[in-house]
């Protein structure tokens, strides 16, 4: 009797998961045809669609990827789509990010605009869709110059939710006080339950980061970099010092915002066989078309004046336990 039932069990499940699979294959397949856009051939040289004009298109052999190049006319947002037919469709969009001081600004605010925006006013809403998503990639990434926010998805509606709540996290974050105490850094008591007790500085990023500088090989590369090319944002640390990260305020953290997470500063990329159309369609009316150009000239790194004479630094690291141990063995 019981394994009678065990084996109906087995038998609904499997009809349930072809079920889901089923419908949620037409969903995908419905949408597409409609958009009518997997069709790269739609896009020609000098086309302009949503206010995107087509500027480049490349057929890479190779890879078998078109390339298609665009700029948003009215904010010269530029996007670039790289056509191949693979299911796995990647979105990204990206910053120029270029700090000028060791606060970590770039870093940071990669952190909170992921804490809730005007459409998703949830704690978190990037991880949330971490257990509801069928994403392949989702993570944001802070470099010496570029903050981006990339996903990765076989699935056509998934992929239009995580499109949706990446381009309103950087769009139209919150930024709240509270998430900059907890994200950037905060003075807090060793006992809580104590205010007479020592204070002490914590933060997710500045613990982040005191954890990357206990690292030799990490010191090594962020001091190479800042050596090499002293004279602007490549001489400074854009993950954020943890001895300067207390000089960051919550204002100049907004500020920044302002002048970096414009459409202007921005590129968008994507890659697969879902509809570009969808996406520039989707961009251009939630966000491109309800912002005016600004000159992003602050944003340009400067070329690095070349160095007369060799250099030499000396780059102080972690105490290093297994040369120590090896050495008093041999001497
Ligand atoms: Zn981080």
Redesign the pocket.
């Known amino acids: 009797m019981l394994c009678r039932r065990l084996s109906n069990f087995k038998l609904n499940t499997r009809y349930i998961q072809q079920l889901i699979r089923t419908k949620s294959q037409t969903i995908t397949k419905t949408d597409i045809t409609e958009e009518n856009a997997t069709d790269v051939a739609t896009f020609q040289l000098g086309l302009t669609v949503h206010d995107f004009e087509v500027k480049d298109i490349q057929s890479l052999k190779e890879f078998n990827i078109t390339a298609i190049k665009l700029i948003h006319r009215k904010t010269k947002a530029e996007y670039l789509h790289l056509y191949r037919n693979d299911s796995n469709n990647v979105f990204s969009v990206n910053f120029r990010t270029t700090p000028k001081d060791n606060t970590g600004l770039p ?1 940071i605010l ?2 909170i605009v992921l804490c809730g925006s005007k459409l998703y006013p949830v704690r978190d809403p990037f991880f949330k869709m971490l257990n509801r998503s069928l994403a392949t990639f989702m993570n944001a990434m ?1 470099g010496a110059d570029y903050t981006m926010y990339p996903f990765s998805t076989q699935n056509f509606q998934d992929f239009c939710n995580l499109q949706k709540i990446y381009l309103d996290a950087v769009f139209r974050p919150n930024l709240r006080y509270l998430d900059f105490l907890q994200e950037g850094w905060r003075l807090e008591n060793t006992n809580p339950q104590d205010i007479k007790s020592d204070l002490i500085i914590k933060g ?2 500045y613990n ?1 980061m005191k954890g990357a500088f206990s690292e030799n090989e990490r010191i090594l590369e962020q001091k190479v970099l800042n050596s090499i090319l002293p004279d602007h944002t490549y001489g400074v640390i854009s ?1 954020g010092d943890p001895l300067k990260i207390p000089d960051l305020t919550w204002e100049g953290l907004k500020n920044f915002h302002k002048q970096c997470y414009h459409p202007s500063n921005a590129r968008f990329y994507s890659y697969g066989n879902f509809p570009l159309m969808h996406s520039l369609k989707y961009i251009n009316e939630t966000y491109l078309s309800q912002c005016e150009y600004q000159d992003q000239q602050h944003t340009v790194v400067p070329a690095q004046k070349r160095w007369t004479q060799p250099k030499q630094e000396h780059v102080i690291g972690r105490y290093d336990n297994l040369g120590e141990a090896l050495k008093s063995k041999m001497f």
Do not use: A
């Open positions: 870093h990669e952190h802070t997710v990023v982040e993950g």
